[in-house]
């Protein structure tokens, strides 16, 4: 029993280890309630999950901004908005991808993507 455990527990510790890298993308969500107030420049890089999205992208510069956004006519309205807004405080059209089909339809996902 006890060679089965002393087994177990390096395993366990280098399966967790490795898990940790493999899920350190983190996700931030955007929530339509968050997006739905009057825009200023101020208040669109306080809200949080863009503030720590573009943290990430400044200290990657080869990074890429997967959007994951909710499918239909809002959906696409909204993410359009917010790249627009991405744009005109400073970020290149080329480091954002649009992706359709965000999970919950309130929702938007950004995800910094190291190249």
């Known amino acids: 029993m006890r060679k089965l455990i002393s087994f177990f527990i390096p395993f366990f510790f280098i399966?967790?280890?490795?898990?940790?890298q493999v899920f350190a993308a983190e996700i931030q969500l955007l929530q339509a309630n968050e997006w739905s107030v009057p825009?200023?420049?101020?208040?669109?890089?306080?809200?949080?999950a863009i503030q720590k999205s573009m943290e990430k992208m400044q200290n990657n510069v080869n990074s890429t901004l997967n959007i994951k956004y909710p499918g239909g006519d809002e959906?696409?309205?909204w993410v359009n908005e917010l790249r627009s807004w991405?744009?005109?405080?400073?970020?290149?059209t080329n480091r954002i991808e649009?992706?359709?089909g965000s999970a919950i339809?309130?929702?938007i996902e950004l995800e910094v993507i190291s190249n």
Do not use: E
């Not at 399966?15 to 940790?20: I, K």
């Not at 825009?39 to 809200?47: G, N």
């Not at 991405?86 to 290149?92: D, E, M, P, W």
């Open 15 to 20: 399966t967790n280890v490795f898990a940790t």
């Open 39 to 48: 825009k200023q420049a101020a208040i669109i890089l306080a809200m949080p």
């Open 75 to 77: 959906g696409t309205l």
């Open 86 to 92: 991405l744009i005109a405080l400073g970020l290149s």
């Open 98 to 100: 649009l992706v359709p």
């Open 105 to 107: 339809s309130t929702t």
